[in-house]
T-cell receptor, first 113, second 112 residues
Framework: DTGVSQDPRHKITKRGQNVTFRCDPISEHNRLYWYRQTLGQGPEFLTYFQNEAQLEKSRLLSDRFSAERPKGSFSTLEIQRTEQGDSAMYLC???????????FGEGSWLTVV | DAKTTQPPSMDCAEGRAANLPCNHSTISGNEYVYWYRQIHSQGPQYIIHGLKNNETNEMASLIITEDRKSSTLILPHATLRDTAVYYCIVRGHGGATNKLIFGTGTLLAVQP
């Protein structure tokens, strides 16, 4: 257990529904990353926050995806109008200002049926 | 795109050393070599990282060639629980994002 907490761990939703994932970082880790991972592939970068500021977004983050980190602590990743291609594991990772090591949570599995 | 090349899979006998190679011929002078592993259905786990000197911790050893174009992760006494996908990643420090860019890694299967 790295201390990065993700919720829910598993979510099954019908196509077209909205889903939201939450990430609670390690205490005092002000830098937060979201990744997506599909079967057989390595994790792919989605977006990066430093405190509450979203400083980088991947082209993978379509307009149906939105991430927030309102108070610079926990973060949410929302997917609107889900599609079957959104089925994946969504990973959150964090690090602090002085450290370079990035720690991952256990991930949130999404299945769109 | 990932800047590293790894074999897609390797086998190792339980109790023996597992030596996982990685090529990173385009590595820059200020980029570090990181290793993570991912056990099935879990998030990636940090193992070790290094710049140019060999590194050792409680999990593994990292051997980086003098020209820094390749490295080897060594698990000294592999156990069945070390079966996982191992990712070798080149990453800079000190920038804004410093995100990890993953390839497809090496699936290490430890055999009893």
């Amino acid at each position: 257990d790295t201390g990065v907490s993700q919720d829910p761990r598993h979510k099954i939703t019908k196509r077209g529904q909205n889903v939201t994932f939450r990430c609670d970082p390690i205490s005092e880790h002000n830098r937060l990353y979201w990744y997506r991972q599909t079967l057989g592939q390595g994790p792919e970068f989605l977006t990066y926050f430093q405190n509450e500021a979203q400083l980088e977004k991947s082209r993978l983050l379509s307009d149906r995806f939105s991430a927030e980190r309102p108070k610079g602590s926990f973060s949410t990743l929302e997917i609107q109008r889900t599609e079957q291609g959104d089925s994946a594991m969504y990973l959150c990772a964090t690090r602090n200002n002085s450290g370079n090591t990035i720690y991952f949570g256990e991930g949130s599995w999404l299945t769109v049926v | 795109d990932a800047k590293t090349t790894q074999p897609p899979s390797m086998d190792c006998a339980e109790g023996r050393a597992a030596n996982l190679p990685c090529n990173h011929s385009t590595i820059s002078g200020n980029e570090y070599v990181y290793w993570y592993r991912q056990i099935h259905s879990q998030g990636p786990q940090y193992i070790i990282h290094g710049l140019k000197n060999n590194e050792t911790n409680e999990m593994a050893s990292l051997i980086i060639t003098e020209d820094r174009k390749s490295s080897t992760l060594i698990l000294p006494h592999a156990t069945l629980r070390d079966t996982a996908v191992y990712y070798c990643i080149v990453r800079g420090h000190g920038g804004a994002t410093n995100k990890l860019i993953f390839g497809t890694g090496t699936l290490l299967a430890v055999q009893p």
